[in-house]
């Protein structure tokens, strides 16, 4: 069974940075590509960036460009994702999502829970 | 980036009638790189359709998907008590990959 449990989610200040983690299990993590996705509680669904099963290629949506970095380490079956001067905007539900296959263009067949951030004073 | 509009916002419907929620894309979706994806209260979203057509794994054959170009459906047959969610479509043919508002299925 695909587990995914994200971690890091938090109360940040405006400006700072923080680092999300997904340990993901169940199934062959390096031969996957990987998505994060954010929801505002109540709202709809924003992908915010995905990664090739290798690191090689990813991308990212306009609003988070040049701030959000996301990377794995296949050898640790970790997803993350490196946030920097966060915005009030960002305050959100983030999920990692595995990808339907090696390739990053394709949609994301599991989910985690998510975890929170919060961006206020 | 492509903008995805999905009608109607919400649908009031009973158990076992049939529904056809609309995705309208502001360009063309390439290869029918669309997806849709259900959101029960308090879930993480779940896969539904792929390719625009194909079912993902363990999915009911009540949906069906169907489309290309810039427009696409998501019809449901007999609605069962747990179909009623909020529903999703997404691109992922042209980055940056984009979801649509939603469609709200609620009981009648």
């Known amino acids: 069974e695909v587990q995914l449990l994200e971690s890091g989610g938090g109360l940040v200040q405006p400006g700072r940075s923080l680092r999300l983690s997904c340990a993901a299990s169940g199934f062959m993590f390096g031969d996957y590509a990987m998505h994060w996705v954010r929801q505002v509680p109540g709202k709809g669904l924003e992908w915010v960036s995905g990664i090739s099963w290798n690191g090689d290629n990813a991308g990212y949506a306009d609003s988070v460009k040049g701030r959000f970095t996301i990377s794995r380490d296949n050898a640790k079956k970790s997803l993350y994702l490196q946030m920097n001067s966060l915005r009030a905007e960002d305050m959100a539900l983030y999920y990692c999502?595995?990808?339907?296959?090696?390739?990053?263009?394709?949609?994301?067949?599991?989910w985690g829970q998510g975890t929170l951030v919060i961006v206020s004073s | 980036e492509i903008v995805l509009t999905q009608s109607p916002g919400t649908l009031s419907l009973s158990p076992g009638e049939r529904t056809t929620l609309s995705c309208r894309a502001s360009q063309s979706v390439s290869s029918s790189s669309l997806a849709w994806y259900q959101q029960r209260p308090g879930q993480a979203p779940r896969l539904l359709i792929y390719?625009?057509?194909s079912r993902a794994t363990g999915i009911p054959d009540r949906f069906t998907g169907s489309g290309s170009g810039t427009d696409f459906t998501l019809t449901i047959s007999r609605l069962e008590p747990e179909d009623f969610a909020v529903y999703y479509c997404q691109q992922y043919g042209s980055s940056p990959f984009t979801f649509g508002p939603g469609t709200k299925v609620d009981i009648k």
């Open positions: 390719g625009a057509s």
């Open positions: 999502a595995k990808g339907f296959n090696s390739g990053w263009y394709h949609a994301a067949d599991s």
